[in-house]
């Protein structure tokens, strides 16, 4: 498959346990937010989304959280499966603009049996 | 519903020559953008075309251009190709421009030798 990143920081999980990716976001003025999972071979795939005007979102086993004080991003992957090994990526982005995201660096999820 | 087709999937170019990449979005999405992936840089926005039109560009050199035909499919070009192009080119559909869930397609990954 493709390599998306070499040195990416990597989160090793048990299986059934859950999962926090963190994400620190660099324009304060960004207001929507979006986690991104990619695995090996494919193009990114939408998780979860959150606006500004909110500091929780849930989603099928997905928490986002959103601390716009500190510029702080994370993911809960509730009952993490080995499905959900792979890399996953912040985007943020302006209202208005959502086509065109910036990225975090990202992190590589692996989920251990 | 077709998901995001991106063609070639892998391309090897010598540094110095050209390379078109094409892209079709899914059915009825009529915001196409562009992103670079490589391990250093991570996922940058290259531009996003919506009715035809150049909406947002990135931070890239006037090497690297697109368009976007009557249909929504797009291309992007690349001239003088240099090594640092080696990356994984990604594509992402959306309904409209600047709102929405954006669809990436496979990538292709084009290697400079």
């Known amino acids: 498959g493709e390599s998306v990143g070499l040195h990416l920081p990597t989160l090793s999980v048990q299986e059934g346990d859950n999962s926090i990716i963190n994400c620190a976001y660099s324009n304060s003025a960004s207001d929507y937010f979006i986690w991104y999972k990619q695995e090996s071979g494919k193009g990114p795939q939408f998780i979860i989304d959150?606006?500004?005007?909110?500091d929780k979102r849930q989603g099928q086993r997905v928490t986002v959280l959103l601390n716009k004080t500190v510029k702080h991003l994370s993911l809960q992957i509730a009952a993490t499966q080995p499905g959900d090994s792979a890399v996953y990526f912040c985007?943020?982005?302006?209202?208005?603009?959502?086509?065109?995201?910036?990225f975090g660096t990202g992190t590589r999820l692996q989920v251990t049996l | 519903k077709a998901g995001v087709t991106q063609t070639p999937r892998y391309l090897i170019k010598t540094r110095g020559q050209q390379v078109t990449l094409s892209c079709s979005p899914i059915?009825?999405?009529?915001?196409v953008s562009w992103y670079q992936q490589t391990p250093g840089q991570g996922l940058q926005f290259l531009f996003e075309?919506?009715?035809?039109?150049?909406?947002n560009k990135g931070n890239f050199p006037g090497r690297f251009s697109g368009r976007q035909f009557s249909n929504s499919r797009s291309e992007m070009n690349v001239s003088t190709l240099e090594l640092g192009d080696s990356a994984l080119y990604l594509c992402?559909?959306?309904?409209?421009?600047?709102?929405?869930?954006?669809?990436f397609g496979p990538g292709t990954r084009l290697t400079v030798t």
């Open positions: 992402a559909s959306s309904l409209f421009s600047g709102v929405g869930e954006q669809y």
């Open positions: 059915s009825g999405h009529r915001s």
């Open positions: 075309y919506f009715s035809e039109t150049q909406r």
């Open positions: 985007a943020e982005t302006l209202t208005g603009t959502a086509s065109k995201l910036t």
């Open positions: 959150i606006r500004s005007n909110m």
